[in-house]
């Protein structure tokens, strides 16, 4: 037994408590969605230099399951977990770079990158996802009679869900709106031997079916509205600063669609602070696209007004939601990060990513939301040239050939590609090729 405890607890305040075991998603007094808490002041028996140490101790070990990202934070993360249940693919520890030409480019100097999807399913859906299908392995170690797990998914989800249920041979359900995934994400599921069921309709129309089949307490939900996934999210803040030294940044940039990561987020730092290994917050910056904008919207009236929306197509797929779940936790995060709201164009995102691929990065779209908006906050002079800024990449990009191989044939609708790199075609022949790299770079430089 772990000397330290977490528990369920209705976000709007109303004292509600609910067991990690307990299968239920809402507060059942008044609908509010439930967070994980933790007992912070037994974890105040180590003091913050402490836990710096043993968080740095850990990193890459291979004491089962500490060389994890996730696992390595237990005590802040899932203390209520056995070793011998946790689901782990040692997720996490994602490179934070330093983007240094991207940066020189558009004027600041302190321009890093954290690639989340550099992981086992390729985005950060996997550092949540581990805790989940963890406690479900546990309740069904104890008892629980839990038949599988489901999920609704713009693509990342379901991916991630079904690598570690197949990893924990859990069966799992997965329903995605049909032709707008990508093709690496609609066979991730299937490679893993998930249930892949297409539904013609977007995200939201997922959502509200999934809701309904996990009425059900058989089937256990496993969308972000489940706020065990958030427990492993927030670890990103940890490791961000870990990665730092155990400083802060001035701004964290951050694509957003149901809004569970950025409040994930949040949480990781207030912890940190609340535990005294940090003194001051990042500001944080939510990027929308602008085709699935709910979040900018409601900033735009100080968050007085919110209004789903119906969202747009956008290549931006895995955020292309209108009535996002974490709405209520994004705007508490928001206020007390002094955060920012700001979205980009269809046109704006894809530039912004091929832009970034000429410095040597390989974006997806969803960090192309991001980079736009700090081209945008930085022309503004909202971000200063000397602040230290770290962009959350939130996918690895060879999840979206298919947006890399039309932008280049310049087939993207509503995009105008300014940064093409069509491939030359020649015959096998000396001369011309030799004439085409003379050619080319003549304008390298230009
Ligand atoms: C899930 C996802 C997001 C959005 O995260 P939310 O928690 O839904 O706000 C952004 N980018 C990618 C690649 C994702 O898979
Ligand atoms: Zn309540």
């Known amino acids: 037994?772990?000397?330290?405890?977490?528990?369920?607890?209705?976000?709007?305040?109303?004292?509600?408590?609910?067991?990690?075991?307990?299968?239920?998603?809402?507060?059942?007094?008044?609908?509010?969605?439930?967070?994980?808490?933790?007992?912070?002041?037994?974890?105040?028996?180590?003091?913050?230099?402490?836990?710096?140490?043993?968080?740095?101790?850990?990193?890459?070990?291979?004491?089962?399951?500490?060389?994890?990202?996730?696992?390595?934070?237990?005590?802040?993360?899932?203390?209520?977990?056995?070793?011998?249940?946790?689901?782990?693919?040692?997720?996490?520890?994602?490179?934070?770079?330093?983007?240094?030409?991207?940066?020189?480019?558009?004027?600041?100097?302190?321009?890093?990158?954290?690639?989340?999807?550099?992981?086992?399913?390729?985005?950060?859906?996997?550092?949540?996802?581990?805790?989940?299908?963890?406690?479900?392995?546990?309740?069904?170690?104890?008892?629980?009679?839990i038949r599988a797990v489901a999920c609704a998914s713009t693509g990342d989800t379901s991916a991630a869900l079904a690598a570690y249920a197949a990893a924990a041979k859990i069966p799992a359900v997965v329903l995605l709106p049909k032709g707008k995934v990508s093709t690496a994400q609609l066979i991730q599921p299937i490679a893993n031997g998930a249930l892949v069921l297409a539904l013609d309709t977007d995200f939201d129309g997922c959502m509200r079916i999934v809701k309904q089949i996990t009425h059900d307490p058989t089937i256990y939900l496993a969308n972000s509205m489940n706020s065990l996934r958030m427990e492993g999210q927030k670890t990103v803040a940890m490791e961000i600063v870990q990665q730092f030294d155990w400083q802060v940044p001035d701004w964290i940039v951050i694509p957003v669609g149901n809004l569970g990561n950025v409040s994930a987020l949040g949480k990781g730092f207030l912890l940190?602070?609340?535990?005294?290994?940090?003194?001051?917050?990042?500001?944080?910056?939510?990027?929308q696209a602008a085709h699935a904008n709910p979040l900018y919207l409601s900033y735009q009236t100080g968050f007085k007004e919110y209004r789903p929306v119906q969202a747009q197509k956008t290549l931006a797929s895995a955020i292309q939601i209108g009535d996002p779940v974490s709405y209520e936790r994004a705007v508490k995060i928001l206020t007390a990060f002094d955060g920012i709201v700001e979205q980009a164009s269809e046109d704006e995102l894809a530039n912004a990513?091929?832009?970034?691929?000429?410095?040597?990065?390989?974006?997806?779209?969803?960090?192309?939301?991001?980079?736009?908006?700090?081209?945008?906050?930085?022309?503004?002079?909202?971000i200063r040239p000397d602040e230290r800024v770290v962009v959350i990449s939130t996918a690895h990009g060879l999840k979206f050939t298919n947006f890399k191989v039309q932008y280049h044939d310049q087939t993207l609708a509503d995009v105008e590609s300014r940064y093409v790199n069509p491939p030359v075609e020649l015959p096998a022949d000396y001369?011309?090729?030799?004439?085409?790299?003379?050619?080319?770079?003549?304008?390298?430089?230009?």
Not at 272 to 287: E, F
């Open 1 to 145: 037994m772990s000397q330290y405890n977490c528990w369920f607890e209705c976000v709007r305040g109303c004292g509600r408590r609910y067991a990690i075991d307990e299968i239920v998603y809402r507060c059942e007094d008044c609908g509010g969605l439930l967070d994980v808490e933790h007992d912070v002041d037994a974890l105040r028996d180590r003091s913050a230099a402490a836990w710096m140490q043993l968080f740095d101790r850990r990193i890459h070990t291979n004491e089962w399951p500490y060389g994890s990202g996730v696992w390595g934070k237990k005590e802040w993360v899932m203390p209520w977990l056995d070793n011998e249940n946790i689901v782990s693919m040692y997720e996490g520890h994602t490179n934070c770079f330093w983007a240094e030409r991207l940066g020189k480019e558009i004027g600041i100097s302190d321009l890093w990158v954290k690639l989340c999807g550099n992981s086992h399913t390729g985005s950060f859906k996997d550092l949540g996802m581990t805790v989940l299908i963890s406690v479900v392995k546990q309740m069904m170690a104890t008892g629980k009679p």
């Open 272 to 287: 940190m602070r609340d535990l005294g290994l940090i003194d001051k917050l990042p500001r944080i910056v939510c990027a």
């Open 353 to 382: 990513a091929m832009r970034a691929d000429r410095t040597g990065m390989y974006c997806c779209p969803h960090t192309g939301v991001a980079l736009a908006v700090l081209f945008k906050l930085v022309d503004r002079g909202e």
């Open 431 to 446: 001369d011309a090729v030799q004439r085409a790299i003379d050619t080319a770079l003549l304008t390298f430089n230009s």
